[in-house]
């Protein structure tokens, strides 16, 4: 299935977005680009930005467009479903970010549509396509590790950043939104191994004063059907100007033939100004100090983008135009993913295991 060119459309020009259209102008392969955005404003300036073809505020003008082949849904959380389904009824390769939606009926009504129309779906869980993890993954598959006996990981970033995501995303918790690309990759190395069932405990006190249902800590342990436990855990409570930017985490795999220890802290990568440096993600928040590559999605440096994002976005364009296999994430794996979040969720809340459905 090569082709020589592709035509693409942007659904969402904030944050996410504006990176896919950026990164989807200068694709060697993309020869037009529509952007689409219900604010006019936000879709104008990304325009200008890239040069895109056609701007609107009506998505269905943008993925219907013949000119457009393929379509990244990069709206809020609780709002892929829509403009997925119509992007697969209308015949294009479809890229949601993650998660695939926040409720299983939501997952359910696109895996649906994903199999009534054949079209293809992939979901953004961009750390797969970060370095450390890509290799991890490489080595389980050489099978130096033997059989995973269990995983730890943990992330933390500052409650700064969360109360930026609660603004697009109310519902949005550190679970749902961020340690759900944990719990990606976990089965992506567990891949064949079913998770049967989660426990968990958190403890909610400063965002719970502020008035919102996310938990500060969270921990929980997930058991697979051939013994393997993992163990995940997430904080969005530290300091507001805390210097990590994004996601600062750990991740660590024990086979029965070895071991892969990520360090994925970058307290290594430090910078500090007197001038005060902007945060890559929450507007109007300088910072003195920064672990510059704590930055999940993607920065701009020289001239390009550099990151998760950028390589999961050339690797999806590249897939497209060549035939050649990908790595994102299907849609069944990003729903079982969110199955786990959410009960991760409920046993937190409960105290209670949750068994995991077939
Ligand atoms: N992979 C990553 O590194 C990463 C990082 C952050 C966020 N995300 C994901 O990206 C998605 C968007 O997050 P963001 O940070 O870019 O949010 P954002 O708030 O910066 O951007 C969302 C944009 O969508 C627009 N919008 C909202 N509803 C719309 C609709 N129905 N139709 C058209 N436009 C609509 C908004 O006006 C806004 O411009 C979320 O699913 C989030 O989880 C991924």
């Known amino acids: 299935m090569e082709q020589d060119a592709l035509g693409v459309a942007v659904i969402g020009c904030g944050r996410i977005g504006g990176l896919r259209a950026n990164l989807s102008a200068a694709h060697p392969g993309v020869n037009f680009l529509a952007l689409s955005d219900r604010s006019r404003t936000r879709a104008d300036v990304l325009a200008q930005k890239t040069g895109a073809d056609l701007v609107t505020t009506d998505n269905l003008l943008a993925i219907r467009d013949d000119r457009v082949g393929a379509v990244f849904i990069s709206?809020?959380?609780?709002?892929?479903?829509?403009?997925?389904?119509?992007?697969?009824?209308?015949?294009?390769?479809?890229?949601?970010?993650?998660?695939?939606?926040?409720?299983?009926?939501?997952?359910?009504?696109?895996?649906?549509?994903?199999?009534?129309?054949?079209?293809?779906?992939?979901?953004?869980?961009?750390?797969?396509?970060?370095?450390?993890?890509?290799?991890?993954?490489?080595?389980?598959?050489?099978?130096?590790?033997?059989?995973?006996?269990?995983?730890?990981?943990?992330?933390?970033?500052?409650?700064?950043?969360?109360?930026?995501?609660?603004k697009r995303a109310p519902d949005a918790t550190p679970v749902n939104d961020v340690l759900t690309y944990y719990v990606d990759m976990a089965c992506w190395y567990l891949d064949g191994i079913r998770p049967v069932e989660v426990v968990a405990r958190a403890q909610s006190k400063v965002f719970k004063a502020m008035g919102h249902k996310a938990a500060d800590v969270t921990w929980a342990i997930i058991t697979f059907d051939n013994g393997a436990v993992v163990n995940l855990g997430i904080s969005y409570v530290l300091p507001a100007t805390y210097p990590t930017?994004?996601?600062?985490?750990?991740?660590?795999?024990?086979?029965?033939?070895?071991?892969?220890?990520?360090?994925?802290?970058?307290?290594?990568?430090?910078?500090?100004?007197?001038?005060?440096?902007?945060?890559?993600?929450?507007?109007?928040?300088?910072?003195?100090?920064?672990?510059?590559?704590?930055?999940?999605?993607?920065?701009?440096?020289?001239?390009?983008?550099?990151?998760?994002?950028?390589?999961?976005?050339?690797?999806?364009?590249?897939?497209?135009?060549?035939?050649?296999?990908?790595?994102?994430?299907?849609?069944?794996?990003?729903?079982?993913?969110l199955a786990i979040t959410l009960a991760i969720e409920e046993a937190a809340r409960t105290g209670a295991s949750v068994k995991l459905p077939a």
């Open 245 to 337: 930017v994004g996601q600062s985490s750990r991740f660590e795999i024990i086979g029965d033939e070895g071991v892969i220890l990520l360090d994925a802290d970058n307290k290594d990568s430090l910078l500090f100004t007197d001038r005060g440096a902007p945060h890559s993600y929450v507007p109007d928040h300088n910072i003195n100090m920064m672990f510059m590559q704590t930055t999940s999605a993607a920065d701009f440096a020289v001239g390009d983008y550099w990151g998760a994002v950028a390589s999961e976005t050339r690797s999806w364009l590249d897939h497209l135009m060549t035939g050649r296999p990908s790595s994102h994430t299907e849609p069944r794996a990003a729903r079982r993913t």
């Open 75 to 166: 709206t809020p959380e609780h709002d892929h479903r829509d403009s997925v389904i119509q992007a697969l009824e209308a015949g294009k390769a479809v890229f949601v970010e993650k998660p695939i939606a926040f409720s299983l009926e939501d997952a359910d009504a696109i895996i649906d549509a994903v199999e009534r129309t054949g079209s293809e779906l992939r979901v953004g869980y961009s750390r797969r396509h970060d370095r450390r993890w890509m290799l991890a993954k490489e080595q389980i598959l050489q099978g130096r590790l033997g059989e995973i006996l269990g995983i730890q990981s943990r992330v933390y970033n500052t409650r700064a950043q969360l109360l930026e995501i609660l």
